[in-house]
């Protein structure tokens, strides 16, 4: 078992920027890729962001793209999501994945562990 608890989120202006941080802890890997979810209220969980456990692939939504940056610390077990130009449509609860078995980065069926999640709100 993995858990994975994220931290950093808050309320913030439009414009403005926050850096999402996921611990994980268990039974950690540099082998498990990691991601990035959001669910705004009354929506379905979308895909934000992802990262190939080598760090050689990223994989983006395109209502991010060139905004937002993933990034991992191995010796940490720590994922980031730096989050710049937020816009108040990026207002959601922020969800850290892993995962080791294949299958699209898009879906949340692909992922198999999921944190508690952390509310960013911008306001505008």
């Known amino acids: 078992q993995v858990q994975l608890v994220e931290s950093g989120g808050g309320l913030v202006q439009a414009g403005g920027s926050l850096r999402l941080s996921c611990a994980a802890s268990?039974?950690?890997?540099?082998?498990?890729?990691m991601g990035w979810f959001r669910q705004a209220l009354g929506k379905e969980r979308e895909f934000v962001a992802a990262?190939?456990?080598?760090?050689?692939?990223?994989f983006w939504a395109d209502s991010v793209q060139g905004r937002f940056t993933i990034s991992r610390d191995n010796a940490k077990n720590t994922v980031y999501l730096q989050m710049n130009s937020l816009k108040p449509e990026d207002t959601a609860v922020y969800y850290c994945a892993s995962r080791t078995k294949g299958g699209s980065y898009y879906y949340s069926a692909s992922w198999s562990y999921w944190g508690q999640g952390t509310q960013v709100t911008v306001s505008s």
């Open positions: 990262m190939h456990w080598s760090g050689g692939s990223t």
């Open positions: 268990g039974r950690t890997s540099s082998r498990y890729s």
